[in-house]
């Protein structure tokens, strides 16, 4: 505990060097991105620009900045409905949508995350458990490794933007509505990390192990279980954490054909019909938060099960 609790220093600082870093690149370029609107507004609250407005609407961005640098910086960060929303701007929606909304309202960021996490969840055991059967027919049978696996890689190559819609209206037509249909999407997205990463983690032991193994008669399954699983288990905790971010964009994108009114793909609908960028990006922001969530609690799982089993200290 003492050298972890010593070592948090050394760690934590560059990470918040490269956020401050952003979060200055991401201040710069609100100006460029929200000058041209700020300079209008400026103009309709009473300031006097040297050009004419209809001169001002045909110029860039970053010309208007350049020209009434006073006017682009004073209006870029306080729009109402900009190109770009400034940092503050993004953590006062998520604030507002989270500690300031009852977690039963519509408004309520953590009230959309939860209806995204139910598909989110119950695909990536679809998906997950799907990876982990294929990858161990794979190890074990040279007729899958040949036929399943290069479908299994080809299915990846097809858009979700594209298949997505065609799921929900062909489970649609037969009356499956609901979770099913964007937790088969999240499946689709989660399965293929789980494959690979267990194939590689189930083929890991070394022709010594194995040969060990069948010194002792053991059989397959045994060796399975014994061998192949354990020293898997890394493997497959690496592609759990690439699977369930993908099975979260899954369930977002799974909303978005359907024209939903609940779940954090509705709250992206909502932001685009509406023009109001400042919830996109809320939106955004706190779907990274819950899979960065996600995420941290497999990591968790991970260093537990690992620490128990004596592979990690």
Not at 157 to 168: E, Q, S, V
Request: overall charge positive.
């Amino acid at each position: 505990m003492a050298l972890w609790l010593r070592g948090v220093p050394g760690t934590v600082a560059p990470v918040l060097a490269v956020v401050a870093a952003l979060v200055a690149l991401w201040y710069l370029a609100c100006i460029p991105m929200n000058a041209a609107q700020s300079a209008l507004d400026a103009e309709r609250a009473g300031a006097t620009l040297s050009t004419s407005a209809s001169e001002r609407r045909d110029m860039a961005g970053v010309a208007v900045a350049l020209a009434h640098p006073a006017e682009a910086v004073a209006g870029a960060f306080a729009q109402e409905r900009p190109r770009l929303p400034a940092p503050h701007q993004v953590v006062a929606e998520l604030w507002d949508t989270t500690v300031g909304k009852k977690i039963t309202s519509k408004r309520s960021l953590v009230f959309h995350a939860g209806i995204t996490l139910g598909p989110t969840l119950l695909g990536f055991a679809i998906g997950s458990t799907l990876g982990i059967l294929l990858a161990v027919g794979i190890v074990h049978s040279r007729v899958m490794d040949l036929s399943v696996m290069p479908w299994a890689i080809a299915s990846q190559t097809i858009p979700i933007l594209a298949i997505a819609p065609m799921i929900i209206v062909v489970l649609n037509s037969v009356g499956v509505q609901g979770l099913l249909p964007k937790a088969i999407i999240s499946a689709y997205l989660s399965f293929f990390p789980v494959t690979v990463g267990m194939v590689k983690g189930l083929r890991a032991p070394a022709p010594a192990d194995l040969d060990l193994m069948r010194t002792w008669n053991a059989s397959a399954l045994r060796t399975l279980v014994s061998l192949r699983l354990p020293m898997a288990l890394p493997y497959l905790f690496a592609s759990l954490k690439i699977a369930v971010a993908a099975a979260l964009v899954g369930a977002i994108i799974g909303e978005l054909p359907t024209g939903a009114v609940r779940g954090l793909g509705a709250r992206l609908l909502a932001g685009s019909y509406y023009g109001q960028t400042i919830q996109i990006w809320s939106a955004l922001f706190g779907a990274a938060i819950v899979a960065a969530g996600l995420v941290a609690l497999l990591s968790g799982i991970e260093r537990a099960t690992l620490a128990k089993m004596g592979l990690r200290r």
